[in-house]
């Protein structure tokens, strides 16, 4: 039987406005085990990135635990949560978040070089190559269009073979064609290295790709399928 790779418990974020305390999201509780796939979805300030932010432990609840990887990230301070992420965490933005000033092979050796990985540039070469750039080593981003950058981007996610993939927005700045391919991609690789996928999305067929999907509504849990 599958162990569980990520718990929440009884989450709630609560933050301090101009007329008091805004809660952005109520008691939300959710376990996926390795190879899990779930979508996040709802409007525009439903608590979808808040969610995926306590999640990932880049920021801590108001009330509540997260157990990621056998770590209760609220008993840790940030540099211990960081560790964590770099050990078992990837990630892809919207934004794609590639550093310019790389080409697209050093953008995807930079997190394996600071885990001081020696086999950094073969890695970075081989999962370039298994998403269709191989020939595009040497471009950088400026030189590549949205879906390579992305492509990119997902390279270097699934680089230091994370036990939890997180995306937000994974094709939210690209059109439909090359969203569909970078989706396609993305739960290729998942299925290949037996990650866990936990996405932000507006778009419904991206989400009914997912084996579960929680919808969000004012920062409450509205709806949660699963197969």
Not at 143 to 166: H, K, M
Not at 191 to 213: F, N, P, S, Y
């Amino acid at each position: 039987m599958s162990s569980s790779i990520l718990t929440a418990r009884n989450l709630s974020k609560v933050v301090p406005s101009t007329e008091g305390e805004l809660t952005i999201l109520h008691d939300l509780s959710l376990e996926l085990v390795s190879g899990d796939s779930l979508a996040i979805v709802g409007s525009s300030g439903s608590g979808k990135s808040t969610l995926l932010g306590l999640l990932a432990g880049l920021d801590l609840p108001s009330s509540g635990s997260v157990v990621l990887a056998g770590n209760d990230l609220a008993s840790l301070d940030e540099d211990q949560r960081a560790r964590v992420r770099a050990e078992h965490v990837g990630f892809v933005f919207q934004s794609f978040q590639l550093l310019d000033s790389l080409n697209a092979l050093e953008n995807v050796m930079l997190p394996l070089e600071l885990e001081g990985r020696v086999d950094a540039r073969q890695r970075a070469r081989t999962l370039l190559d298994r998403v269709g750039l191989g020939q595009r080593l040497t471009h950088y981003p400026r030189q590549l269009s949205g879906g390579e950058q992305q492509r990119v981007a997902i390279a270097r996610a699934f680089a230091a073979e994370p036990a939890v993939l997180f995306a937000d927005e994974p094709t939210g700045n690209l059109d439909s064609h090359t969203g569909e391919r970078i989706s396609d991609l993305l739960f290729e690789l998942n299925k290949e290295r037996g990650a866990t996928l936990v996405l932000v999305t507006h778009d419904e067929r991206l989400a009914h790709r997912c084996q579960r999907l929680i919808r969000l509504e004012g920062g409450h849990l509205v709806d949660h399928v699963e197969p």
